[in-house]
């Protein structure tokens, strides 16, 4: 299985601040297609999951562009510019790669 | 828009069974895959078993291989997860999604006698 690991498990930020959420795979996640099966989630308190970036860099439909996806292979970074307060839950990388599809251990937001 | 509405959860006594539904609308169902993922309570997510758009293709987390079963129905709109043999680790809220894209509000299944 593919094990996505996620770093840090929380951050505690100030409205306004920049941050950056890590998540490495242990194998490339690159499909036969070309194309990489790496996902970005929020959970908001409450809530189901919500998709915010997919294939790595994308941004979901209606998404703020102070949301940013990065990496390739098997190295990936989320960052989250300027902080609102609506950005505070736990966010989940997901690969959808592989069978079974496997998803980071989350990363808590917090506000300082 | 995208609506997925899960149903059929509960509190179900151990070696018991219980089927899900996940009334899908606002997208061509039937040209999508489906995914059951779960989340214990506290804890993250878990994806559980993933069915293609014609059925031909289905997979399943080892961890309820040969006791749930995915299907659909495509002229209902409608994907399923019959849960037989259950155990106090499958107490979750089970969630279905329209790959990670979408999903639905999740529906709470509690193993425990």
């Known amino acids: 299985d593919v094990v996505m690991t996620q770093t840090p498990p929380s951050l505690s930020v100030a409205i306004g601040q920049s941050v950056s959420i890590s998540c490495k795979s242990s194998q490339s996640l690159v499909y036969s297609d070309g194309k990489t099966y790496l996902h970005w989630l929020l959970q908001s308190p409450g809530r189901s999951p919500k998709r915010l970036i997919y294939q790595v860099s994308n941004l979901g439909s209606g998404v703020p562009d102070r949301f940013s996806g990065t990496g390739s292979q098997k190295d990936f970074t989320l960052k989250i510019s300027r902080v609102e307060a609506e950005d505070l839950g736990v966010y989940y990388c997901?690969?959808?790669?592989?069978?079974?599809?496997?998803f980071g251990a989350g990363t808590k937001l917090e506000l300082k | 828009e995208v609506q997925l509405v899960e149903s059929g959860g509960g509190l179900v006594q151990p070696g018991r069974s219980l089927k899900l539904s996940c009334l899908a609308s606002g997208f061509t169902f039937s040209n999508y895959g489906m995914n059951w993922i779960r989340q214990a309570p506290g804890k993250g997510l878990e994806w559980v078993a993933s069915i293609s758009s014609s059925s031909s293709y289905i997979y399943y987390a080892d961890t309820v291989k040969g006791r749930f079963t995915i299907s659909r129905d495509n002229a209902k709109n409608t994907l399923y997860l019959q849960m037989t043999s259950l155990r106090s680790e499958d107490t979750a809220l089970y969630y279905c999604?329209?790959?990670?894209?979408?999903w639905g509000q999740g529906v709470m299944v509690t193993v425990s006698s």
């Open positions: 997901a690969q959808t790669t592989h069978f079974p599809y496997t």
């Open positions: 999604a329209m790959g990670v894209s979408y």
